[in-house]
């Protein structure tokens, strides 16, 4: 059997460390028909310089300007393979990965995505000591839930990204994961998660400390459900996060909840054309965290 080429994607923008110790995990995954494809959100702290010079085997895409998420749609309609990888800049899959993954989705025409255990990249060694405990063929499974899956470690079908459709650019920030799993899931695939195949990654809580990250999961919540839910749950959803927005401002002190939820109207003109309701099922039974987004001034 050929063995079918996998491509590997990631966007970077000012982590040149974090992400020099990422492609260097990649280097030694133990699969050779790899494409390694890194989308540059216009670095100024030399990651492009560094990928040039130490790098040669990586696709290296440079953009004009930070454009977030959409980065990772550049990536995806310029990857030749047949599956996709996802990565963040700080994370990296295990050495047997690939080869893992690839056996899931030869088992099951229906598996649309393989969601990686994504684990601490500072727990290491003690990972790879519990590795060898993992069953081969362990899968989360319910018949109560859905779930979507981590973007620090992800496969893909890449014929079932084309068919439903990449990465939620108005988003910018934050809550694409759950976006395009909607869509995986309404076009009748399944995601799975596996604990036997695992991904390293660096959580940064700097990044999460700042304004970023509170306004873009705040906003994009209120995006996620109007472009997603059947409207009487997305009335009820946008109610609910409404009140969240103000109660949670007064208990945190914080505004930047109230200026999300201004943003997200006044510039919900982003979502022409792109609300399409998911069947009702699935709707309920994906489990999607939006108290995460009340969390970050604690």
């Not at 995505?113 to 500072?122: E, G, I, S």
């Not at 660096?202 to 400390?209: A, H, M």
Request: some cysteine.
């Amino acid at each position: 059997m050929n063995d079918p080429l996998v491509s590997i994607v990631t966007i970077c923008w000012n982590r040149k460390e974090d992400l020099r110790e990422s492609l260097n995990g990649i280097r030694e995954i133990d699969y050779d028909n790899l494409e390694v494809i890194v989308v540059d959100n216009y670095s100024t702290d030399g990651t492009v310089e560094m990928i040039e010079k130490e790098f040669p085997e990586v696709k290296l895409i440079k953009m004009f300007k930070n454009i977030g998420i959409e980065a990772y749609n550049i990536g995806f309609k310029n990857a030749r393979g047949e599956y996709i990888v996802i990565l963040d800049d700080d994370s990296f899959p295990e050495r047997d990965a690939i080869k893992k993954m690839l056996d899931k989705f030869r088992k099951d025409e229906e598996l649309g995505l393989v969601a990686f255990d994504v684990r601490n990249y500072y727990n290491y060694d003690d990972i790879k000591n519990d590795k060898e405990d993992q069953s081969e063929d362990a899968a989360a499974e319910s018949k109560d839930y859905l779930m979507a899956f981590n973007g620090a470690g992800a496969g893909v079908r890449r014929g079932l990204l084309e068919k439903v459709g990449f990465y939620p650019e108005e988003f910018f920030l934050y809550w694409n994961e759950q976006d395009i799993a909607f869509r995986i899931l309404n076009a009748g695939y399944k995601i799975r998660f596996f604990p036997d195949i695992v991904s390293y990654h660096k959580y940064s809580p700097e990044n999460r400390s700042s304004w970023r990250a509170p306004f873009y999961y705040t906003r994009n919540a209120f995006w996620l459900i109007w472009k997603n839910y059947p409207l009487d749950m997305a009335i009820k959803f946008t109610i609910q996060l409404i009140y969240n927005c103000f109660y949670f401002s007064m208990e945190q002190k914080t505004l930047i909840y109230i200026k999300a939820m201004f943003s997200a109207f006044i510039k919900m003109g982003k979502l022409k054309g792109k609300r399409k309701p998911v069947d009702r099922s699935i709707a309920k039974n994906l489990r999607i965290p939006f108290n995460v987004s009340f969390t970050f001034f604690r």
